[in-house]
C-alpha cells in the first residue's frame, strides 16, 4: 500500500516539477530571445572594454616607455634605427602572462597602443598566446621615402661643405691678389 501511494506521489511529482519548469519557458517563449548566437553574432562591446592590445605601427618611435611601465614584463620589442626612421622586426606581447591591466597604454607618448574590443583569442598551440602587434615588418613605404629624402639632403650637405673650403681660398686669395695689383700700379 505503501509503495502504491509513493508510486502516485512520485508521479504527482514529476508532473508538478515539469509544470514549474514549463511555466517559467512559457514566461520567455514568446519575448525576444535574449541570447545571441556566438561566434555568427556577438554582443556589443563597451567603449572602455580591455581587450586584445592593437597598435598603430606608423606611430610607435621603440621608445620602450610601455614595456617598462608592463609589471609583468610581457612587452618585447625589436627594431633597427635608420636615422629617424625605423625597420621593425617585432614588437610582441605574451598573453599567457598579460593580465590586461591597461597600464601600457598611459605612459605611451605618441598615443599608439590601445586596448582593443577583440577577445577571442583561441588556441591548441601555447606559443600563439605570444602575439605580435606589428601589421607590417620592416620598413613602411612612407619611410622609406623619409629616408631616401633624408639621406639625399645630407648627401647635398656635406657635398656644400666639401665645397666651402675651395669657395672660401677662393674668397680670401681674391683681396690678397687685388693690394698686390694695387702695389704693383
Ligand atoms: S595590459 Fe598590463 S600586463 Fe598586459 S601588457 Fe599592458 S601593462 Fe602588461
Ligand atoms: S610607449 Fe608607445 S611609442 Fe613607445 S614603444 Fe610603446 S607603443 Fe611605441
Known sequence: MVTVSRYFNNVWKSFW??????RITG??????PITVQYPDERM????????????EQE????CLACARACPIDCI?????????ELEWISFTLDYQKCMFCELCVYPCPKDCIHM????AFVTYDR?????DLLS?????????????????KKAEKEAAKAAKPAHEEAAESAPEEGAEDAGAE
Open 17 to 22: 516539477t515539469t509544470m514549474v519548469g514549463m
Open 27 to 32: 514566461r520567455y517563449l514568446l519575448q525576444k
Open 44 to 55: 556589443p562591446i563597451p567603449n572602455r572594454y580591455r581587450g586584445i592590445h592593437y597598435l
Open 59 to 62: 606611430k610607435c618611435i621603440d
Open 76 to 84: 618585447e620589442m625589436d627594431a633597427v634605427r635608420h636615422g629617424k
Open 116 to 119: 582593443g574590443t577583440e577577445y
Open 127 to 131: 606559443s600563439e598566446f605570444k602575439h
Open 136 to 152: 607590417y615588418k620592416g620598413m613602411s613605404r612612407d619611410a622609406k621615402i623619409r629616408m631616401v629624402d633624408a639621406d639625399k
